[in-house]
């Protein structure tokens, strides 16, 4: 490669990481943050060497059969990366990044707030307040659940999935697990492991998502699985939308056999289906989960140094395809 690498940035990026790219870089920037249709990405795409893109963007393999020749590399700012068609990728040559590790903390804490949100009828509460409809304190008023002593069933427990679990324990949760394998005991820091997703749903009085999604995940919270959920459950999705059936889950708050959902992620989000708006037992965040500007400057870093190793000739660390 002659001179400095020409990345294309799909989104734009906080200030400190947009600095780095134009320090070591050629970038072609987004300043107004326009999402790139596919076509328009390909076109864009002509004549750079790596692309640095975001879960919005849909890196399917037509996408990607597209690109020029030039693309040696795709590092996408997040650690999800089921937005990028791995196969396709491989067949073209063409490595792919994530940023793992960097967002765990500002993930489990976001979680925390969902759980206590949804625990705590804070969106109720908040409303009351903007409306400008609250009377005064009273003794009945929005009464909520006490999270301490409550079994928190985690499904995934990986970096987020554990961190999630420290943040209960000084909530007092007693904290249950379901993940491919059993974590050693250090880890597993007293948690109980269920080999079974069942096993661990008939527990859950909150149940925290924190499974990667893709087709063994999809709809994985589905009407049968709440059904295994003890009444009155709490559920909360940190993880991905597609991971929950929408159906299911908004049948089931509106039932009651769910108490609330503290949610930041959306199937086909930036849409979000309209029943989770009207029911007063969710609590919602737009997909807020990173986003704290040390987390989103890691994110930043992590992804330039994945395609610094691939410009350098090495492997990069966080290399998924
Ligand atoms: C990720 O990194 O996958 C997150 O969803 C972005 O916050």
Redesign the pocket.
């Known amino acids: 490669m002659n001179g400095k690498p020409v990345i294309l940035v799909s989104r734009r990026l906080p200030d400190a990481v947009e600095a780095r790219l134009a320090r070591d870089c050629t970038p072609r920037l987004n300043p107004e943050d326009t999402p790139y249709s596919a076509d328009a990405l390909v076109a864009a795409a002509q004549g750079a060497d790596a692309l640095l893109v975001t879960?919005t963007d849909r890196m399917d393999a037509r996408l990607i059969d597209a690109l020029p020749d030039s693309i040696q590399a795709i590092a996408t700012f997040?650690?999800?990366y089921e937005h990028v068609d791995l196969d396709a990728a491989r067949r073209r040559g063409i490595i792919i990044t994530n940023?793992p590790g960097v967002?765990t903390e500002a993930t489990a804490d976001i979680t925390l707030l969902l759980m206590l949100g949804a625990a705590r009828r804070a969106s109720e509460g908040e409303r009351l307040m903007r409306e400008g409809a609250w009377t005064g304190w009273t003794p009945t008023q929005l009464l909520g659940q006490h999270l301490g002593g409550r079994r928190l069933g985690i499904i995934g427990m990986g970096r987020i999935g554990q961190a999630v679990a420290h943040r209960a324990r000084a909530l007092g949760m007693e904290v249950h697990y379901h993940n491919r394998r059993r974590l050693d005991p250090a880890e597993e820091a007293g948690a109980t492991f269920h080999p079974t997703a069942d096993g661990l749903l008939a527990v859950a009085d909150v149940l925290s998502l924190h499974c990667p999604a893709g087709p063994d995940t999809l709809h994985f919270l589905n009407a049968e699985r709440i059904s295994r959920l003890p009444q009155g459950a709490i559920v909360i999705n940190t993880a991905r939308g597609a991971v929950v059936d929408d159906t299911a889950l908004i049948a089931a708050l509106r039932s009651g056999r769910v108490w609330a959902a503290g949610l930041d992620v959306y199937e086909g989000e930036p849409a979000v289906h309209p029943n989770y708006r009207t029911l007063p037992n969710t609590f919602l965040l737009p997909?807020l989960?990173?986003a704290t500007v040390e987390t989103r400057n890691a994110m930043g870093f992590r992804a330039l140094d994945n395609l610094d190793a691939v410009f350098a000739g090495r492997e990069p660390p966080d290399r998924v395809a």
């Open positions: 879960p997040s650690v999800g940023t967002l997909h989960g990173s």
